[in-house]
């Protein structure tokens, strides 16, 4: 059975940092890719950034590029975003995902097999 933990989020001041990470279990399968989604008050659900299961390739929703970083430590079976820069406009539930498959630049709710709790990031201004 698949399990995405997820920790970190809370509330920062505009321009600051933030870390979220999402502890993986169950992923016995070959070939799947990790991501994070978010969900911001009154709007659908969004694609942040995906990362392939070996790490080698990412993919970011235009809106999150060059601010949040997606990173995998295969070791610890966690996968982090990073987020730099962070605006009002980030405030969102954030969710940890993880699906079969080889394709990163997926970004379709519809093709995730597991999400994470959700954690709350808040961003004043």
């Known amino acids: 059975q698949v399990q995405l933990v997820q920790s970190g989020g809370g509330l920062v001041q505009a321009g600051g940092s933030l870390r979220l990470s999402c502890l993986a279990s169950g992923l016995t399968f070959s070939n799947y890719v990790l991501g994070w989604f978010r969900q911001a008050p009154g709007k659908e659900r969004e694609f942040v950034a995906s990362i392939w299961w070996s790490g080698s390739s990412t993919y970011y929703a235009d809106a999150v590029m060059g601010r949040f970083t997606i990173t995998k430590d295969n070791a610890k079976n966690t996968t982090y975003l990073q987020m730099n820069s962070l605006k009002p406009e980030d405030t969102a539930v954030y969710y940890c995902?993880?699906?079969?498959?080889?394709?990163?630049?997926?970004?379709?709710?519809?093709?995730?097999?597991?999400w994470g709790q959700g954690t709350q990031v808040t961003v004043s201004s």
């Open positions: 995902t993880a699906r079969r498959g080889y394709n990163i630049r997926i970004t379709s709710v519809d093709y995730v097999s597991y």
